[in-house]
Structures are given as C-alpha cells and as structure tokens.
C-alpha cells in the first residue's frame, strides 16, 4: 500500500506529504497481470501496458515446402497475435542472423506506432521477455533524473541524477533560448544535455550488468523549452508573443535518430504540453497526482523555472503560468545557490534576541543560501517585525546577514538583500495574482479547494509554513496540502508502463483551458496589488494574520 506520512510542523498542525519514491514501486500480481498502484492521496490500480511489449516465438525452419522470407515469417507469426506490424530496415538486417543463431527461438520486442500498427524494435536469441527495460527521465532545467525501470513488473531498478549539462551553457531559461539562436548554439544545446543523459544512462545500465541496446523504450517529462531542446526544435518563438511552440506533442520518436545511446529503434514519449509555459512536466504531475480524476476541486502548483498552477476536477481544468521561478535559482540573489552541499536551506531568527539559526544541505559550512532558504528568511524577517508588509527593512539597513564571514565557507557575509526580497516579492506576486484570476474565471474561492499539490523539487523541499507566510502558497488547512515530490519523473513513468496512461496524459493535456497572462491587464492588475506580505487583502491568510496580531505587528 501507499505509505502516506504526517509530519508536524512548528505550527503543530499536520499536514500530508507523499515522496515520489514512496510510490515508486507498488506493484503486485494480479490474475497473472502485474498492478501499479498510482500516486495522489488515493490509489489507483492500473494494468501493466508499457510502451513497448515483448514477445516470445518458437518459428518453423523454412522449407522447400514452407520458403517464405525470414521478415515475412517473423511478421506472420506476429500479426497472428497483435495485427499489423511495420519491420524497419535496420531490423531487417539483423533478423536472418538472429533467427539461425537461436534455432528460430526468438524474443521480439514492439512498440506502438500508426494507430492499430507495431513498429518492431528489436529481435534476440532465445526467451528474454523478463529481460524488458525503459527509462523514465525527468528533464528539468537544472537537474535531470533518469530512473531504470523494469518493464515486466514495473519496478524502479535505480536511479541516476545529474545537474543539466546546459547549465554551463546558461544558467536559466531565457539565456538558453537566446543560445539557440545563434550559429551553432541549439546543435550545442541539444549535444549538452544528450551527453548529460547518455552519461547517465551508461552509469545505471553499468550497475545493473545491462547493454545499452536492451533499454527498448523511452518515456520524458519537461517543459516546453527542455523538450525543443532535447529534440533540437527552434525554441525561439516560446519567449515571443504570440508565444508560440514549435510543437506540444512531438509522439514516438526513435531513439536513434536523437542519438541516445540505447535501442536505436527504441519509441522516446515526451509527455504533451499545453503550450510555450504549461509543459509536459506539469502534465505527469497533474497525472500523478490523479487531481484529473477526482470530483473535489484541486490545486496543483509547480514552482520551478516558472510558475505553473492548474485548477480543477475531473469535469474541467485550467491552467496558467508565468516566470516565477528566476527569483528563487542559485545565482539570482546576491548569496543564491544551487540546493546543493553548503547551502542554507533552513533558516529560524529568535523573536527575543535576534539570533539566526540555519542549516545547511549535507551539514557543510554555508556557502550561499538557496530557494528554500531565501523563503523562510523573508517568512522569519517578517514575523520577528526586521522587514514590514511591503517587505521593506524597517531601520532602512540594505541586507541581513544570515551568517557572518567568520562562520561561512566563502569568508564572506552571507546576506539577504534589499534587491533579493524586491525579486522575491515579485515572484510571490505573480503566483498569487494567476490563482485569484484563475478562481476569479471559474466563478471559485480558495475555500472550495479540497486539495493542495505542491510539486517539483522546490516544492518538496520548501517548509510550507514558510510559503504560506509570505503569500506564495495559499493559507489551506494543512491536511489537504500535499507534497508530490518528482511528479515529474513519476507521470513520465507511468506513461512508460500504462498507455492507457499515455492517452490519459494526452486527453489532460488537450483539456486544460489556459489562460496567457502575458498580455493579461487583469493579471496586471492583482500582480501590483499583491506585492504584499502574505497579501494585500491580510482576510485571506488567516493563520498569518494571526500570528503577526500575536507579535503586535497588525492591528486586530
């Protein structure tokens, strides 16, 4: 079963957080079909169908009585059981070994292809259908998560993550897409983080004793701009109005030919998006959470690069998004970092003398302060009266200093500045300025949501008592918040296992109704009133409200 943990907070009230990984691998026989229970804070049963399908045959040795070609016999013997099956060229020329090598006992491994069609992916000598691997991969723009997952019983073998490879090349995302087009830049681009994932690639096939030709399929959640990237498409018009991709749902496409080193006829799924800033990342994560599904109104927020929020049910969906996350990426504040060793991502000030307690990822001497850490500062610096509503220091100071040059790594002071509060107040502002408008539009109020999904690194990793505080997550009862973890990672390998799944993810995305809040004089309009701490209008965070009518810093 799924194990859903309750963890209290300083707040000493609970609320529900599900690790991807917790889900990960529930799986169990049923009937001899092999059952996943899917994420959300509700299972659900789904029958194992992953993207490609392998097939043991026994064939007759051809005769003078019998001469078919050895394709045509390889092709009989399958349609027999699937329907019509394409063979490409470069299986052609493997089959006549294959078959006289294995005494015509061979394994053949399908793929979906044209609807009601195979494409074969690959023949081999003798039984090997429990042999049957995929990858489930994460593209984010600063991390990539490749998971090895078995496909005969859908079990996660191991997973390797490393950070992007075009973060060397530029840090965000804007930079990236002007890379792009320049001469040479999207060929440097996509080479950058093909690297990245056939390096990872060869180091989980190396643990587990596997040959790269045995991974038969492909499944990938990431944004709009990851995917052009990783396919080599022209990402150029995603930044432009009318903003406008090059493609949302790209399909099957060989690995081969994006030089993936695996089955070079193995299917690579990237999940649909919704347009230039709703991704396929916010796809698998809408799908994992199974918010699609249910009869409950639910939110669903994914604070990364951009900031991405869906709302809905089973009967409608809409979703907005807009470049929320620069604010909160190593680098943009004056002491930002990556959330990697040496980074502050805790950070508590003493109401009664001031004193700044942190803690640093791994225990390492603090380097810098990343995303998590910069949230629960401005959330602290407020509570304790140092900044006011508009998130302005008090006392006219510039900085806090979270840590003094003599306790950090670098020698220097490792403040929070002015400017950093300013760009974090902007971020916080949009996120709270696309969900009144997108409950405004369905006729909503935050007390119809039932259910709170917080997703993405980020989103798992950030104290929720934090984000309420300063207004970037809305003020919820804390049981119906609910951290995915990589819901990412999770819907793309659910896709690779289900196509049913797939073609859930497909009807998701074709159903969202989104909302561009670029050109948006009404988004314009609550981003410039919401540049407040948690909120301009105090009656819609209730339990920070009364926390800062306890310090004596509003009026009852």
Not at 330 to 346: F, K, L, N, Q
Request: proline fraction near 5%; charged fraction near 20%; aromatic fraction near 6%.
């Amino acid at each position: 079963m799924i194990n859903i943990k309750k963890r209290n907070h300083s707040s000493q009230e609970s609320y529900v957080i599900i690790l991807a990984s917790e889900w990960l691998n529930e799986v169990y026989n049923v009937a001899d079909k092999v059952v996943i229970l899917t994420g959300g804070v509700s299972r659900e049963e789904i029958a194992l169908d992953p993207l490609t399908r392998k097939i043991y045959l026994e064939l007759p040795e051809p005769s003078l009585e019998d001469n078919r070609a050895d394709v045509d016999r390889l092709a009989a013997a399958l349609e027999k059981l699937l329907g019509p099956v394409v063979v490409p060229l470069a299986a052609m020329r493997r089959i006549p070994t294959v078959l006289r090598d294995a005494d015509w006992r061979v394994t053949v491994t399908v793929g979906a292809g044209a609807p009601g069609v195979w494409n074969l992916v690959d023949v081999e000598p003798g039984d090997t259908v429990k042999r049957h691997y995929g990858l489930a991969v994460d593209i984010g723009t600063t991390t990539v998560v490749v998971y090895l997952v078995n496909m005969h019983d859908g079990r996660i073998m191991g997973t390797a993550a490393d950070y992007n490879g075009q973060v060397g090349l530029g840090e965000d995302i804007l930079t990236r897409i002007y890379l792009a087009g320049t001469p040479g830049g999207l060929e440097q681009l996509q080479r950058a983080i093909l690297d990245t994932l056939n390096g990872l690639i060869r180091r989980l096939t190396g643990e587990h004793g596997l040959a790269g030709r045995e991974i038969s399929a492909v499944a990938v959640g990431a944004n709009s701009t990851m995917v052009h990237l990783f396919l080599g498409l022209d990402p150029s018009r995603i930044c432009m109005a009318p903003y406008i991709p090059v493609v949302n749902n790209p399909g099957l496409i060989p690995a081969g030919q994006l030089r993936l080193e695996i089955n070079p006829l193995a299917p690579v799924y990237c999940l649909p998006s919704v347009g230039s800033y709703v991704g396929g990342d916010v796809i698998a994560g809408v799908l994992a959470s199974g918010l699609h599904q249910q009869p409950e109104l639910s939110l669903f927020v994914d604070i990364g690069t951009n900031g991405e929020i869906i709302l809905g049910n089973r009967d409608w969906l809409v979703g907005c998004a807009g470049a929320a996350g620069p604010a909160l990426e190593g680098g943009v504040a004056e002491c930002g970092m990556r959330a990697e060793p040496g980074a502050i991502d805790s950070v508590s000030i003493d109401p009664e003398s001031g004193k700044v307690r942190y803690t640093t990822i791994g225990g390492a001497p603090p380097m810098g302060i990343c995303g998590s850490g910069l949230v629960d500062c401005l959330a602290e610096l407020l509570l304790v009266g140092i900044v006011d509503r508009a998130g302005r220091f008090k006392d006219g100071r510039r900085e806090f200093v979270v840590v003094p040059a003599s306790e950090s790594a670098t020698g220097k002071d490792i403040v929070v500045t002015q400017v950093d509060i300013n760009n974090l107040m902007r971020t916080k502002g949009a996120v709270n300025a696309a969900l009144e408008l997108l409950l405004e539009s369905v006729g909503c109020d935050l007390s119809d949501i039932s259910r709170f999904y917080a997703a993405g690194a980020f989103g798992q990793y950030l104290h929720l008592e934090s984000a309420i505080t300063i207004g970037l997550y809305p003020d919820l009862p804390r049981d119906k918040m609910v951290r995915l973890g990589n819901a990412s990672g999770e819907g793309a390998r659910l896709v690779l296992l289900s196509n049913r799944k797939r073609a859930e993810a497909e009807a998701i995305a074709r159903n969202i109704t989104y909302f561009e809040l670029n050109a948006n004089q009404v988004f314009m309009n609550k981003f410039i009133g919401s540049k407040f701490l948690p909120h301009t209008n105090l009656d819609y965070y209730p339990t920070v409200k009364a926390k800062l009518i306890e310090r004596g810093l509003v009026e009852g």
